[in-house]
């Protein structure tokens, strides 16, 4: 159904002031416990084009072939028939037990089945900076739609369009109508607790799944099957579970053997599987390496491994082993000289550092922007520090070299509090689409807009950012 307006104003400051007030708070973490909300508000969603959100479309086909692509290059790579590097690049630094648990057979074909990456919008079109497979804001994103649409407002993907896709997920995931999901999120996950509720209940009003928010505490295991317990004592049956808590805390979460039984026996379908090859940044350095050109083109397709090239920035792992003499890092230039040691990198001026260095997964610092360093921020002091741990941490955590984007300049109104009236500011925004995978299709069921103000140089979730789903509008970007 079209959004109707039950509510309509006559400025965009009303506006604005009512969407204030009609998003629900409690679904983001607040660091001032005065604010209602922790985000600037704007009076209307993040305006895209006919030609962008088509472009973001395709996006996730191209994208679930590439998950698609990354399974079969592992598990060929694992098993002898593709070339060694790739399944030793992407189980770095991980302990024996998680690789032997993301390669048992119950879960070899196993893709994630929410896929969100990170595009910033540049001059040139659109970079995806990361990929996300647990990711947050999706009840964020499902609860600020339904706020527009109350003031007449269609978000991309409708005021449903996350929750129906989740629930629509779960249901194909699980192969039952209906069925009954534990969402897990463990201790630290928890302030995704919140959106989670949020999200849940969405899709159980939608009908699509009796789905639950729990703690790993409340798991039930029986040799027949898993179960939820709930709070007065009741049980019920569970279909699927869906894992919000990360592998690398694994040993931290409760009961998490139990899940992992269940779901081996086909007790239990879990999602996303517990592959943390598959949640690695460093995949982006084996699509554009060299060596693999053929294999990629292969699993991909012709033309769907071009864009793919052109939206993922250039890639390289940071690794410390030394290179034969007559060797270089492929692809790689300083000073427009190839690069046969990383430590060549030391030498660049600030305006010819266009990078970023951040751990590539399996890591409590390889998510929310922790870890990440941008290079030209750096003194050189701090750039050489930061290439020397990144090569020296290559044993247990993998960092990537990547090449930096930046954003597009463009202009965002939001209501300044301070003032009571709509402002203006300068701001790059990163744009954050939720897929949905429903058999061979990757759905679209929404688009996050984190609009922050132009001198930041990492795009997250903050106090003077504007955070907006998205819609079609003429002149939009």
Not at 177 to 182: D, L
Request: glycine letters at 8%; charged letters at 25%.
């Amino acid at each position: 159904m079209p959004c109707t307006a039950s509510k309509t104003f006559s400025t965009a400051r009303e506006q604005a002031r009512y969407l204030h007030d009609a998003i629900p708070p409690g679904l983001f973490k607040i660091e001032d416990e005065s604010e209602r909300i922790a985000w600037r508000v704007s009076p209307e969603p993040f305006a895209l084009s006919a030609a962008s959100v088509a472009k973001i479309e395709l996006i996730g086909q191209d994208l679930l072939a590439f998950y698609r692509g990354l399974n079969s290059l592992y598990n060929r790579s694992a098993r002898g028939t593709a070339p060694a590097f790739i399944a030793e690049y992407l189980d770095q630094g991980k302990p024996e037990f998680i690789v032997k648990l993301a390669r048992q057979n119950r879960f070899k074909q196993d893709i994630p089945l929410v896929i969100r990456p990170d595009l910033m919008l540049t001059d040139d079109g659109f970079i995806a900076s990361e990929l996300d497979s647990i990711p947050g804001g999706m009840g964020f994103v499902g609860a600020m739609t339904q706020a527009y649409c109350e003031v007449g407002l269609e978000s991309i993907g409708g005021s449903n369009g996350i929750a129906a896709g989740f629930g629509a997920m779960l249901a194909a995931a699980s192969g039952t109508e209906n069925p009954t999901v534990a969402v897990v999120v463990s201790k630290e996950a928890g302030d995704y607790w919140g959106e989670l509720e949020w999200l849940v209940k969405a899709v159980r009003d939608l009908g699509l799944a009796n789905a639950h928010v729990c703690a790993p505490e409340q798991i039930v295991f029986t040799e027949e099957a898993l179960f939820m317990r709930f709070e007065d004592g009741r049980e019920e049956k569970l279909d699927a579970l869906y894992r919000n808590f990360e592998l690398f805390d694994l040993l931290n979460i409760s009961k998490q053997e139990l899940m992992l039984y269940a779901a081996r026996h086909n007790r239990v379908k879990l999602t996303p599987p517990p592959k943390a090859q598959l949640e690695e940044k460093l995949a982006f350095a084996l699509l554009h390496h060299f060596a693999l050109e053929a294999l990629w083109r292969a699993e991909l397709g012709h033309a769907t491994y071009e864009r793919l090239l052109a939206i993922f920035p250039k890639t390289w792992v940071l690794d410390p082993r030394p290179l034969p003499p007559q060797a270089q890092i492929g692809g790689l230039v300083a000073g427009g000289k190839p690069v046969s040691d990383w430590r060549a990198l030391i030498e660049l001026g600030k305006s010819e550092r266009d990078y970023v260095v951040k751990p590539s997964g399996f890591s409590e610092l390889a998510w929310g922007s922790r870890g990440v360093k941008i290079a030209n921020d750096l003194t050189k002091e701090d750039w050489a520090k930061t290439i020397d741990d990144a090569l020296a941490a290559y044993k247990h955590t993998p960092h990537i070299l990547q090449r930096f984007h930046k954003g597009k300049r463009i202009r965002m109104p939001y209501l300044d509090r301070s003032i009571d009236d709509i402002k203006m500011f300068d701001a790059r925004v990163r744009l954050c689409p939720y897929y949905f995978v429903v058999g061979d299709e990757a759905r679209l069921g929404g688009i996050l807009a984190t609009v922050a103000p132009a001198d930041k140089r990492l795009i997250h979730g903050m106090t003077d950012a504007v955070m907006a789903p998205c819609f079609v509008k003429e002149n939009g970007y």
